[in-house]
């Protein structure tokens, strides 16, 4: 069963950095999709950024310039989160799933979270300003 585990989280200064890591034991599709999303209280949960099956990087407009998502060859996934701000603060969730082959390989969007199956169990990032 392959269950996603997020570490990394914490409370932070507006400006401050954190780094996620994520690490999807018992997965071992080799053309995955992969991804950050998150969830601030009273809101619907977000795509931040995502890797798909050609490595290729997604990230949410909210976001550019300031985080950077990366996998390494085992498969752990990370969010190099930059210049934080208040309203970064949300649950941050690491998803994976299988790419969907019709031809091509292909992931959800950012925007359609719902389609991973495979989601840990998140962590939570506060930043004050």
């Known amino acids: 069963q392959v269950r996603p585990v997020e570490s990394g989280g914490g409370s932070v200064q507006s400006g401050g950095s954190l780094r996620l890591s994520c690490v999807a034991s018992?997965?071992?599709?080799?053309?995955?999709?992969l991804g950050w999303f998150r969830q601030a209280p009273g809101k619907e949960r977000e795509g931040v950024a995502s890797i798909d099956a050609y490595r290729r990087t997604s990230y949410a407009d909210s976001v550019k310039g300031r985080f950077t998502i990366s996998q390494d060859n085992a498969k752990n996934l990370y969010l190099q989160m930059n210049s934080l701000e208040p309203e970064d603060t949300a649950v941050y969730y690491c998803a994976a799933d299988a790419a969907a082959y019709n031809g091509v390989y292909s992931c959800p969007t950012l925007r359609d979270y719902h389609e991973y199956n495979y989601w840990g169990q998140g962590t939570q990032v506060t930043v004050s300003s």
């Open positions: 018992g997965y071992t599709v080799s053309r995955s999709c």
